[in-house]
């Protein structure tokens, strides 16, 4: 069967939004971090599974930090695209902008990388189509995700050994 190909735009979201109300607040008034990774994850799936044309999971998520604090009223937009293809796993990447609309004022709140890996009906992963990189900002991100891989697949390893190892422990 001839793999297929598939461009970045033929999934990405541009400019998902999300108004701020007060039931997504955490005591401090602010965002809940909770929510931000939640909405990050949903849209990120919705890439994921429009590229590879079937159910996709999240695998894993890099790191997520904070800097600064998103308010009620605020306005989310979110942009998620692949970053580039592996074989039955693909690294999404999220950008998320917060919006002051009286402000007229945005600020960046947080970038995040997801895996997400293709399964098939009986659930087991399957080969995704590969992504064709076609400008400049695609080639980085491309090149970038590789490198993250590569540090991703040395820390599951060390959790692989460290959850077998305490798996002896119990037994
Ligand atoms: C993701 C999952 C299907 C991978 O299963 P697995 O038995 O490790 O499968 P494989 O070894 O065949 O790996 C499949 C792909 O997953 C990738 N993968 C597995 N674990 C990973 C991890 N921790 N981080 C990133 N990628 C991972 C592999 O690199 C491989 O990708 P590739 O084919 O592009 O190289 C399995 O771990 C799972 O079902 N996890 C739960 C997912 C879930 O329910 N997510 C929702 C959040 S609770």
Do not use: W
Not at 9 to 34: C, K, M, Q, R
Not at 66 to 88: C, H, Q, W, Y
Not at 94 to 117: G, L, Q
């Amino acid at each position: 069967m001839h793999h297929k190909e598939k461009l970045s735009n033929e999934s990405a979201i541009e400019d998902h939004t999300y108004a701020v109300f007060p039931n997504d607040l955490n005591s401090h008034n602010t965002l809940f971090g909770g929510i931000l990774m939640g909405l990050c994850d949903r849209v990120a799936a919705v890439v994921a599974a429009r590229h590879a044309g079937c159910i996709c999971v999240t695998a894993c998520v890099d790191s997520m930090h904070f800097l600064e604090p998103v308010r009620k009223g605020d306005l989310l937009v979110i942009k998620a695209s692949v970053n580039r293809t592996f074989r039955t796993s693909m690294e999404i990447g999220v950008c998320v902008m917060a919006e002051d609309i009286k402000a007229e004022a945005h600020h960046h709140v947080v970038s995040a990388y997801f895996t997400f890996v293709a399964l098939n009906d009986h659930g087991v992963p399957q080969e995704v189509p590969t992504l064709i990189i076609e400008t400049q900002a695609q080639r980085r991100r491309y090149e970038e995700a590789a490198e993250r891989r590569e540090r991703r697949q040395k820390r599951a390893a060390q959790r692989r050994l460290r959850h077998e190892q305490h798996k002896l422990v119990d037994s």
